[in-house]
């Protein structure tokens, strides 16, 4: 085990990873369990050429196969943010019984660098958990690798509405109807939730039918004092708002405009994120989900800070959950 990984810094660093805050689907449908289930095995054989003393040019040597087959296995779906911290060396990290300003720093600086990778982390992975709840199919690109990831979800359960929510007087608690008697009908699950932008709540408090719910429901009180509905037809209303700035600059919405989610919650719907321990060779035993270590880097003076997670999204119900194009 690489000494930086003994000090108090890692340990820290590794205690730090509980549930992220904020990530709706995170922490309420793609739940985060330890599996070795996704992973690459392969046997490697080793060859050897074999070349005479005296052999003429382009021509040539033999192959013998060697006598050992090597086995090996990796996790192969992973996400690897690194950082480096420059002018931060273990001297400064590790200095026994110090409690110089510049040791409290680099630690200081270390874990707060931790933190925003692992948001990096959490971040990628609340955007999968989205994508495929968006789509029966999804490619990922992850280290540079493109995968294709099936969600399970018929085509049935991506209706778009015969209307768009946007008009006052468009007849949305039909829909609501409609979707919530499939995910009963196919899954004999009842859904818990309706997930939808802060937009398509707002089509709902201007809906001139809804409008009359609300009237004859305790949700008015909530509405006038919070602008906000907290349930419908049975079901809890989600506002998700999340966004993420792409590369080239642009904030992206997660979870866009144009859809609402209908679906159940863990308990019911047995949908998680399954995360597997990353592969690396200089840590003793079984590594946690995700998994981070720090090195030295002695020229400049720095630190290199690398996450390693293994996530994958399954649906373990997958006809618990519609997605329903709103038109907005």
């Not at 090996?72 to 002018?87: F, G, I």
């Not at 939808?196 to 709902?204: D, F, I, P, R």
């Not at 907290?230 to 979870?255: F, H, N, Q, S």
């Amino acid at each position: 085990m690489h000494p930086l990984l003994e000090t108090s810094v890692m340990t820290e660093t590794v205690r730090m990873f509980g549930s992220p805050p904020n990530y709706w689907f995170l922490q309420n449908l793609f739940k985060s369990e330890t599996t070795a289930t996704y992973r690459a095995e392969w046997y490697l054989r080793r060859l050897t050429r074999n070349v005479a003393p005296l052999q003429s040019r382009g021509r040539e040597g033999t192959m013998r196969a060697g006598e050992v087959f090597e086995y090996h296995d990796a996790t192969y779906l992973h996400t690897r943010p690194k950082d480096l911290v420059l002018n931060v060396d273990a001297q400064t990290l590790r200095k026994p019984g110090s409690s110089d300003t510049t040791e409290a720093y680099g630690r200081q600086l270390v874990l707060d660098r931790t933190e925003h990778l692992r948001r990096q982390v959490d971040r990628t992975m609340e955007w999968v958990g989205a994508q495929m709840l968006q789509a029966t199919s999804q490619n990922l690109t992850i280290d540079g690798a493109v995968i294709s990831v099936a969600s399970g979800l018929s085509t049935t359960h991506c209706p778009t509405a015969v209307g768009t929510w946007a008009t006052s007087n468009y007849d949305i608690i039909s829909d609501i109807v409609t979707n919530k008697a499939l995910i009963v009908q196919d899954s004999g699950e009842v859904p818990d939730f309706i997930m939808m932008t802060e937009q398509v709540h707002g089509y709902l408090i201007n809906n001139s039918e809804i409008q009359e719910y609300i009237r004859e429901s305790s949700d008015v009180n909530s509405v006038i004092l919070e602008g906000r509905m907290k349930r419908l037809m049975g079901l809890d209303i989600v506002i998700y708002e999340e966004r993420y700035t792409t590369d080239a600059g642009t904030i992206t919405r997660m979870w866009p405009n144009e859809y609402v989610l209908f679906g159940c919650l863990p308990a019911k719907s047995q949908t998680k994120m399954l995360i597997g321990p990353s592969e690396d060779t200089g840590a003793v035993g079984a590594t946690p989900g995700i998994f981070s270590k720090t090195w030295e880097l002695p020229d400049p003076p720095g630190v290199h800070i690398l996450l390693d997670a293994n996530f994958y999204p399954v649906v373990g119900v997958p006809d618990a959950f519609v997605f329903l194009c709103v038109q907005p």
